[in-house]
């Protein structure tokens, strides 16, 4: 893409495994350390109504209220312009509400927002379910994080098998050759084993950064710098 902006995907190796609890940490720790940092979810399933008390509760209220953004219609769109009722795969949220979604569209919107983006501006765009969920009726979600080019920070959880869905993400990222710059391990609740054993047993097996992200707990300075390396070497 030849972007002078630090972007980074944040992709998930299963679905509601935390991936707006990383993206909003990377968020909090950058603005902490005085960065400029715009932190996107373009695509969103299962969101009320921004009228709904239980908007709070939303992955694109998580990440302007990290990212210490007023809660507002625009703000809202800026941020998750395809918004769906329906807590389901975009594909099918879509259809339920009447709308389709397009694979080209969501990228020329992704990157318009990376080159509208100040050059010091570290931009997150937060992918939707797993890595290789259906995004249309074509596309997956590796596709969309193909088409934008940008490092991947691959999210997996704690729980019972969650080492072999990252590594089965992770052999998929090495075989279609995009940029990988970690793994982020956030700690499932209630999980069978210490997110450490996790990571351990990661870090074996595949060549890239592996960072601990535990419930309630701050964004570690290591998955800082390996997914903005330039910035944070």
């Known amino acids: 893409m030849g972007l002078a902006v630090p972007g980074l995907f ?19 720790a950058l603005r902490a350390r005085e960065r400029l940092v715009r932190p996107l979810k373009p695509v969103a399933s299962g969101v009320p109504l921004l009228s709904d008390p239980d908007f709070a509760q939303s ?6 209220a ?25 594909d099918l949220a879509a259809a339920r ?44 979600g590796l596709d969309w994080a193909e088409a934008l080019g940008l490092p991947i920070l691959l999210v997996t959880g704690t729980y019972l098998g969650a080492i072999s869905h990252a590594l089965t993400a992770a052999e998929v990222l090495r075989l279609r050759g995009l940029p990988f710059a970690a793994i982020a391990v956030s700690e499932s609740e209630a999980a069978p084993v210490p997110p450490e054993t996790v990571a351990e047993a990661l870090a074996r ?4 950064p592996v960072a601990v992200v535990r419930r309630q707990g701050e964004c570690p300075e290591t998955l800082l710098a390996a997914a903005f390396p330039n910035t944070f070497p």
Not at 69 to 89: D, H, I, K, N, Y
Not at 99 to 117: I, Y
Not at 205 to 208: C, D, S, T
């Open 97 to 140: 509400e009447g709308r389709s979604l397009d694979l080209a569209e969501l990228v020329g919107w992704c990157r318009d927002k990376l080159e509208a983006a100040p050059p010091d501006c570290h931009v997150l765009v937060e992918g939707v379910g797993g890595l290789m969920s259906p995004l249309t009726r074509e596309a997956t």
């Open 59 to 64: 992955d694109t209220s998580r990440l302007l």
């Open 66 to 90: 990290a990212a210490g953004t007023p809660l507002t219609q625009e703000s809202v769109e800026a941020c998750s312009p395809w918004r769906f009722l329906a807590p389901l795969g975009p």
């Open 10 to 28: 944040v992709a998930g190796a299963g679905t509601e495994i935390g991936k707006t609890y990383v993206t909003a940490g990377l968020v909090r």
């Open 205 to 208: 097996r595949v060549a890239a």
